[in-house]
């Protein structure tokens, strides 16, 4: 550990608190768990307060857990294995992951709960054995759904471990092409009852977004819910592909969906009205037309 990051962490440890130690890479999980708690400092994740309470407590813990370099630590450095929350219910049909990989630039995944009580996982955390048995003990996890190429580490060894289909985008296919099913062209798709896939290139190639129900929007890395905007937003300075598709891709999809979530791979998430979604869908579709290629600049995203 550097002197900097010993001066940044060491109060908070002496203090018996929780702190951030210097292999946080900044990538706004444990914000989005533990917002107030935890914030961005000099280009960092920071524990700006100490937990008040049971509730305050269990989001700290829930980021730490999350945190794909283990960088939010208790004091004494060490986490209490029976206090990891995941997988963490959003609703009575969704549940956070967590424990999410750096080999897919720590973002987030999840369970999608279906009508017969089994599982779909979109994108993957990290693996282990004792993580997919977690995953499964609420019911069989029938289809592993990769929104796109940056979170396909994983896919494979959780889809043979639950028995489960592979999914990816043709575009994205190198990334997975032992993929058991795989999406083509950019027309939506009813891959299982209720569940539609939405091609919509832009972030990558072959880049989708799976809507279930008309309420869950899993939308990988094409948009997500901007703290910073109190709205929805692509992260155009890490557009990999091209921002013109992308604009396309929402000019052409953006009246067809129907949520009220939207649970993206990085950026928050968010519960409003079905309408207010739809209004805030054509809003950003408008706004992404209006964007310019730039240089990839990860610095450059507004959480």
């Keep these: ?18 702190y951030v130690d210097d292999r946080c890479t900044n990538c706004d999980v444990a914000r989005q768990l533990a917002p107030g708690l935890i914030a ?12 008040r309470g049971a509730a305050e407590e269990a989001a700290v813990r829930a980021a730490a857990f999350a945190c794909p370099t283990r960088s939010v630590r208790p004091a004494g450095g060490k986490l209490d294995a029976q206090g990891d929350p995941f997988p963490l ?5 969704v549940a956070l992951c967590g424990h999410n990989s750096r080999q897919n630039a720590g973002a987030n995944a999840y369970l999608l709960r279906r009508p017969d ?4 996982m979109i994108d993957t955390p990290r693996y282990g054995e004792e993580l997919a048995t977690r995953f499964e003990a609420a019911g069989p996890v029938t289809d592993v759904l990769l929104t796109h190429r940056d979170h396909a580490a994983h896919g494979r060894r959780y889809a043979d471990r639950f028995g489960a289909r592979l999914w990816i985008h043709e575009g994205d296919l190198d990334a997975a092409p032992d993929a058991d099913r795989v999406l083509r062209g950019t027309a939506p798709e009813e891959i299982a009852a209720g569940v539609v896939a939405h091609p919509l290139p832009g972030h990558t190639r072959g880049s989708v977004l799976y809507v279930a129900d008309d309420t869950y929007c899993f939308s990988g890395d ?23 598709e992308l604009a396309a891709s929402l000019a052409r999809t953006a009246d067809r969906l129907r949520f009220a979530w939207v649970l993206p791979g990085h ?6 009205p079905v309408p207010e979604m739809a209004r805030r869908m054509r809003e950003l579709a408008a706004r992404t037309a209006a964007l310019r290629p730039r240089p990839v600049d990860f610095t450059a995203v507004r959480w």
């Design 1 to 18: 550990m550097n002197s900097a990051a010993q001066d940044r962490s060491a109060p908070a440890a002496a203090d018996g608190g929780w």
């Design 89 to 93: 219910a959003l609703d009575g049909t």
């Design 40 to 51: 961005e400092v000099g280009g960092r994740s920071e524990v700006v307060r100490q937990p």
């Design 117 to 120: 009580g089994t599982r779909m």
């Design 222 to 244: 094409s948009f997500y819910w901007s703290r910073a905007d109190g709205d929805l937003a692509v992260a155009d300075s890490v557009t990999w592909y091209s921002i013109t």
């Design 267 to 272: 950026g928050d998430r968010m519960h409003r």
